[in-house]
C-alpha cells in the first residue's frame, strides 16, 4: 500500500466513525427526547368527567405496560374516598380488612360514595398470604378516611386532601394533626421531587405511583405492570420519570409487586358487575417467564391493606 493509498484509507475510516457516533448520539437524543416529552391527554380516553385514561405499551428500553389516570380535582362534585377502619379497630395493630381494588369498589356501590375509579394504596402487615384472604392488618403510614383517622403517619410521605379539598403531598408524622384532611394515603417513598427524578436501585417490579401537578389540580393514578410476558416491570426512578411525562410535578411510589392494581366502574359493561380491570395485576406474586409454556400468565387480585378511589356526590 502506497503512503497516498494509507492516507486515504485512514480518511475512509475516519469519517466512517464520525458518521457512526453522530448516527449513535442521534439515536440516543432521540430516546431520550421520548423519555423526557409530556404526554398529550387530548388523546386519552374519557371515563368520567375530568378523569381521563391513558394506557402506554412502550417497547424501549424494555416491555412496559403504563396505566394512568388524571383525575381533575376541580371537576364539580368529584370526591377522594380511602380504605376506612376495621370494624375492630385497634390502633398499630388492626387498623383496616384488606379487601382487592374490585371488592373496595364493589362493597362502594351499596353506599352514597360509588367509587367508579381506584388503585391499591401503602404497604401492610402482616403480608400478604392467603393473598386474596380479607384478613385485618396494619398499615403501615398515614391512612384518613371520612375525616377520620385510620393509621398514624410515620414519615413517609402522603397523598392529602384537606377538608377544602384542596390536594398535596407531604411527609407525615405519628403525632400529624389531621383534623384538616379529609382524605390520606401513603407510600414509600418520593419518585419525583419539584420536577425531578431521583436515582433509585435497578429492581424491577410492578409499580403504583401517585402524583400531583404543580398547580395541586391534577392528581395521577398510575401503575405499570409487570413479571409477566407483556410488561417486565419498573424500578422506582422510572416511576418517577413516567409521572412526570404524564404532567406530574411530585411524586410518590406506592405499594407495589402484586398489589398494583387498577380498576374502573364500566357503566357500559353488560354484566351486573360492572367493575373492570385496566391493568393485568400478579396478585399471587408470581413472575412468568416469557419463554416458558407453563405456567401461563393470568391476571390474579390481591386483598391489600390499604385502596384509593373517586366518587361523585349526588
Not at 3 to 29: E, K, N, P
Not at 88 to 113: A, I, L, P, Y
Amino acid at each position: 500500500m502506497t503512503l497516498t493509498d494509507r492516507l486515504m484509507w485512514r480518511y475512509l475510516l475516519a469519517l466512517t466513525v464520525s458518521a457512526a457516533a453522530i448516527l449513535c448520539f442521534a439515536v440516543l437524543a432521540s430516546h431520550l427526547n421520548a423519555q423526557e416529552r409530556v404526554y398529550d391527554w387530548s388523546k386519552s380516553r374519557t371515563l368520567y368527567p375530568g378523569i381521563q385514561y391513558a394506557h402506554v405499551a412502550a417497547e424501549h428500553p424494555r416491555r412496559t405496560v403504563i396505566n394512568c389516570l388524571r383525575i381533575d380535582s376541580q371537576t364539580p362534585k368529584l370526591r377522594f374516598h380511602a380504605t376506612g377502619r376495621y370494624l375492630h379497630w385497634v390502633d398499630g395493630k388492626q387498623e383496616t380488612r384488606r379487601k382487592t381494588v374490585r371488592n373496595f369498589m364493589r362493597e362502594s356501590q351499596k353506599t352514597d360514595r360509588k367509587l367508579v375509579v381506584a388503585t391499591n394504596a401503602d404497604a401492610f402487615s402482616p403480608w400478604p398470604v392467603p393473598y386474596q384472604k380479607e384478613t385485618p392488618t396494619d398499615v403501615l403510614g398515614l391512612l384518613v378516611s371520612g375525616g377520620t383517622l385510620v393509621s398514624r403517619g410515620s414519615g413517609t410521605p402522603s397523598f392529602l386532601v384537606a377538608n377544602s379539598g384542596e390536594l398535596g403531598i407531604e411527609a407525615t408524622v405519628a403525632d400529624r394533626n389531621v383534623t384538616d384532611i379529609q382524605t390520606a394515603v401513603s407510600g414509600f417513598g418520593l419518585c419525583l421531587v419539584d420536577g425531578q427524578v431521583p436515582a433509585s436501585g435497578n429492581d424491577q417490579h410492578p409499580r403504583t405511583g401517585l402524583g400531583l401537578s404543580a398547580d395541586g389540580r391534577y392528581l395521577l393514578m398510575m401503575t405499570i405492570d409487570g413479571r409477566q410476558p407483556a410488561s417486565a416491570g419498573a424500578t422506582t426512578q422510572a416511576v418517577g420519570a413516567w409521572l412526570k411525562q404524564f404532567g406530574a410535578h411530585t411524586g410518590i411510589n406506592m405499594d407495589g409487586g402484586g398489589s398494583t392494581t387498577m380498576a374502573w366502574w364500566d357503566p357500559l359493561a353488560p354484566d351486573e358487575d360492572k367493575c373492570r380491570l385496566l391493568n393485568s395485576p400478579v396478585g399471587n406474586g408470581r413472575s412468568y417467564d416469557s419463554q416458558k409454556a407453563s405456567p401461563r400468565f393470568q391476571s390474579s387480585e390481591r386483598a391489600n391493606g390499604s385502596n384509593l378511589g373517586v366518587y361523585f356526590v349526588k
